[in-house]
């Protein structure tokens, strides 16, 4: 948790919030590895089906659209990376970057937000009918 | 602490598990946009979305989604180890979980290297 320590040391003032904050993105981070893990599982297994029945346009979509089923599952695995991705990022920038102001946060947040209806719109552009 | 002592710190199983898992999950996030913006190319039918395979036939762009399939799977085990690590009670198994996550990857990047 070094986002918490250098919290404390570089602004004391709403150290308490910012640990919160900490806190939770570390929750949210393993909490949406763990459905990850059973949505990366599901999308290889559905990358080597794909290849192995066929990689054309024509075939793709005739498998996927209209499927509400599998429209919603990736809507769920898009949601979880929406929230891993840009939190592992937020680190990286922190540790190796050290950029940690809050500036890092909006630029986070923004591109947690992209990830978001990116994903939902790609989702939707294969899988509804 | 000398530029020698940092290598040796640095230069073991766990460290390179924690560098594979961070620049797997780094090129991961690159390529997203990217696989989110073809897949919506669907919107504009199916002809849109042949063009764009038709690119992805070239042997270049098939060993880069190899890569990122075992880059995928390497993301995965590496990070199911480090929940089992925090998660689970310790049972002084940590080599033993690298070794069986970097089998795991490696199995599921050949696997679609493969069938292609």
Not at chain 2, 25 to 36: D, E, T, Y
Not at chain 2, 51 to 57: C, H, I, K, P
Request: proline share 2%; hydrophobic share 60%; aromatic share 12%.
């Amino acid at each position: 948790m070094n986002g918490v320590e250098q919290g404390f040391a570089a602004k004391p003032m709403g150290a308490d919030a910012r640990a919160k904050i900490e806190t939770w993105l570390w929750i949210a981070q393993r909490a949406s590895a763990a459905l990850l893990a059973l949505c990366v599982l599901v999308h290889l297994a559905t990358i080597i089906y794909a290849v192995r029945h066929g990689l054309s346009g024509a075939a793709i979509l005739g498998r996927t659209r209209g499927n509400d089923a599998w429209l919603a599952f990736y809507s769920l695995y898009v949601f979880a990376i929406a929230v891993h991705a840009p939190i592992g990022l937020r680190t990286l920038c922190q540790e190796w970057l050290g950029w940690r102001d809050a500036s890092l946060n909006w630029v986070i947040g923004a591109i947690a937000l992209a990830l978001f209806i990116f994903g939902l719109r790609a989702g939707w552009a294969v899988f509804a009918s | 602490m000398s530029m020698k002592n940092d290598y040796r710190a640095r230069n073991h199983p766990a460290w390179w598990a924690f560098l594979v898992h961070r620049l797997s999950g780094l090129a991961l996030s690159f390529f997203l946009p990217f696989h989110f913006l073809a897949l919506g190319q669907a919107l504009q039918g199916e002809a849109r979305l042949n063009t764009l395979l038709r690119w992805t036939e070239q042997p270049l762009v098939k060993f880069s989604e190899t890569m990122l399939v075992l880059l995928l799977a390497a993301h995965l085990t590496g990070g199911l180890r480090l929940l089992a690590l925090e998660f689970l009670p310790w049972r002084g198994w940590q080599k033993s979980l690298l070794a069986l996550a970097a089998g795991a990857a490696l199995a599921a990047g050949l696997a679609f290297a493969l069938v292609l």
